[in-house]
């Protein structure tokens, strides 16, 4: 079973410039969350998406990052324009349940490689 | 309000001597705890969890954590380190606020294993 992919694996741009990174989840995943990690500070969380809708966007840092999940599979992220302080490892994870209420049933987050993103 | 600390962002073991990685955390609500590891160039995978039941978890690779509600710490450990595991670890804390698992990462431990 492949897992979850990230694409590009590296993007260096301009500041100023537009950048879109793509995650496929593992197929059949409702969740998708985006996290990002800024020159070797803790893993922070940007959004949540079940499916198609997004759940929690709350992590998002200002109005120029969109991400979309059309249909419910692969999502986006686009950075635009793009300011230094974006540089940093984007991950994108997936799991295979939606969100519950329940303590007890942590739903595995599986996740890509990352896309390291530097801007200059 | 949940948070983690990773109280080493270094470690440096001997091949074949123990690892400890330590982790306390922060919670409002008795938390699922996990530990991830990352290798270069590879996604984060996840080593073991914690979820109310057992506070000793064993997780791949020969790792373990304890789980001490006393002392709000999650400390990771391996009786005997080998080269492969050269990577870093997060240790990670989820609530189910909001109605779904929002998860809140520690900032890594880096180990270094010494032939």
């Known amino acids: 079973e492949a897992g979850v992919t990230q694409f590009p694996s590296h993007s260096v741009i301009e500041k100023g410039q537009t950048v879109t990174l793509r995650c496929d989840p593992i197929?059949?995943?409702?969740?998708l969350y985006w996290y990002r990690r800024v020159m070797g500070k803790e893993i922070k969380f940007l959004l949540h998406f079940v499916k198609e809708s997004k759940q929690d966007e709350s992590g998002m840092p200002n109005n120029r990052f969109l991400a979309e999940r059309t249909g419910g599979t692969y999502s986006t992220l686009k950075v635009q324009p793009a300011e230094l302080e974006d540089s940093g490892v984007y991950f994108c994870a997936s799991s295979p349940f939606p969100g519950t209420r329940d303590r007890g049933s942590y739903n595995e987050q599986f996740f890509g490689p990352g896309t390291r993103l530097t801007v200059l | 309000a949940q948070s983690v600390t990773q109280l080493d962002s270094h470690v440096s073991v001997s091949e074949g001597t123990p690892v400890l990685l330590r982790c306390n955390y922060s919670s409002s609500y008795s938390p699922s705890l996990f530990w991830y590891v990352q290798h270069p160039n590879k996604g984060l995978q996840l080593l073991l969890k914690?979820?109310?039941?057992?506070?000793l978890v064993k997780g791949i690779n020969g790792f373990e954590a304890e789980f001490k509600k006393s002392e709000t710490s999650f400390h990771l450990t391996k009786p005997s380190a080998h080269m492969s595991d050269a990577a870093e670890y997060f240790c990670v804390v989820s609530d189910p606020t909001g109605g779904y698992q929002k998860v809140t990462f520690g900032t890594g431990t880096k180990l270094q294993v010494i032939p």
């Open positions: 197929s059949g995943h409702d969740n």
């Open positions: 914690y979820t109310s039941a057992a506070t």
